[in-house]
């Protein structure tokens, strides 16, 4: 089954510390992959994709994200945390050749400690 | 921020009644789709649409019905209101297939 992992439920990282949220998937073909940002009682916002090219995929808010497809892995970092990165965040997978679905991980909690 | 407008924003029903959220976009976009968020679960699609009167089926589509007669609106039903329908459903729109998906703000559902 085609599938996309957040394996951490929660990160913290200390103010001004890189940080980074981990996701993996498993879909066949090449994906295109996002990162989406949740602020508490708001919608999801869009950090950033990959569809192709360079591995390294710049985006909003300073954040970045380092496609491996050896790993098929997707994870998202930033080199300095801010206590406004605090949030939600969730990595999402469009498998490529089939439908229009994409399918989004269960998210983690990030906290930045001032 | 992307044209979506979700409403009703909040709503508490009872048991047993039917619900209609409405989603209204004013992209023109071609897709549309239905979201819930709970704890745990993270988003899971209920129905998406790509076309006025095309949609299909997500993973939790069961107890849930759609409508798209205008390309701007995008209306979920829940035909019976049950207790595990309580959650957040979000509204999403792309322009196009495998692009990227904008949300709406959120409709907050409780089923008592």
């Known amino acids: 089954a085609q599938s996309v992992a957040q394996p951490e439920d929660q990160v913290n990282v200390a103010e001004g510390n890189p940080l980074t949220v981990k996701c993996t998937y498993s879909v066949s073909g090449n994906p295109y992959l996002f990162w989406y940002v949740q602020y508490p009682n708001r919608g999801l916002q869009f950090l950033l994709k990959y569809i192709t090219g360079d591995n390294l995929v710049k985006g909003s808010y300073g954040f970045e994200a380092e496609f491996n497809k050896s790993q098929t892995s997707f994870h998202l970092k930033k080199p300095s945390a801010l206590v406004s990165d605090s949030a939600l965040y969730f990595c999402a997978v469009r498998p490529t050749g089939g439908d229009d679905k994409i399918i989004f991980g269960k998210g983690t909690r990030l906290h930045i400690l001032p | 921020d992307a044209g979506i407008t979700q409403s009703p924003r909040h709503k508490v029903t009872e048991t047993g009644t039917p619900v209609t959220l409405r989603c209204h976009q004013t992209?023109?976009?071609?897709?549309m789709y239905w979201y819930r968020q709970d704890p745990g679960h993270g988003l899971r699609l209920i129905h998406y649409?790509?076309?006025?009167?095309?949609?299909d089926k997500g993973e939790v589509s069961d107890g849930y019905s759609v409508s798209r007669s205008k390309t701007e609106d995008f209306l979920l039903t829940l035909e019976s209101a049950t207790s595990s329908q309580t959650s957040v459903y979000f509204c999403a729109i792309s322009e196009r297939s495998g692009g990227t998906i904008y949300f709406g703000e959120g409709s907050w559902l409780t089923v008592v």
């Open positions: 992209e023109n976009h071609r897709y």
């Open positions: 649409s790509y076309g006025v009167k095309d949609t």
